[in-house]
């Protein structure tokens, strides 16, 4: 019988442990607007199911809420690489090692 332990399976990926030290996080309210256009996306592609509309339309329609998903990703990970990893860098090495093993950990994730 297989083990089932998550830690021993290999294809598991360790989970981000987040750093017990308080730190300022920096503000990701720009995307908010971005994010609510996304929602009206996902509205407007629920409809057109319902609707029954043409698969390749709907397939555009989901094609670009991914894409704007992907760029306010893209946004908030250059944030992250910017200013929480530089300010890791200024404070201790193994912080620094934390935030580079979360960054691998992160983009390892539903690829």
Avoid at 43 to 71: E, F, H, N, P
Wanted: net charge neutral; charged share 25%.
């Amino acid at each position: 019988m297989p083990n089932k332990h998550p830690d021993q399976h290999p294809h598991h990926q360790p989970e981000y442990q987040p750093s017990l030290a308080p730190q300022q996080h920096p503000s990701h309210h720009a995307q908010i607007p971005k994010l609510n256009r996304v929602s009206g996306q996902v509205d407007a592609i629920k409809r057109m199911i319902s609707d029954q509309r043409y698969c390749v339309d709907i397939i555009t329609q989901l094609k670009a809420a991914r894409s704007a998903l992907k760029s306010i990703e893209l946004t908030i990970l250059s944030t992250h690489m910017r200013q929480c990893l530089d300010s890791a860098c200024q404070q201790d090495a193994n912080d620094v090692q934390q935030k580079i093993e979360e960054l691998i950990i992160l983009l390892k994730k539903y690829e």
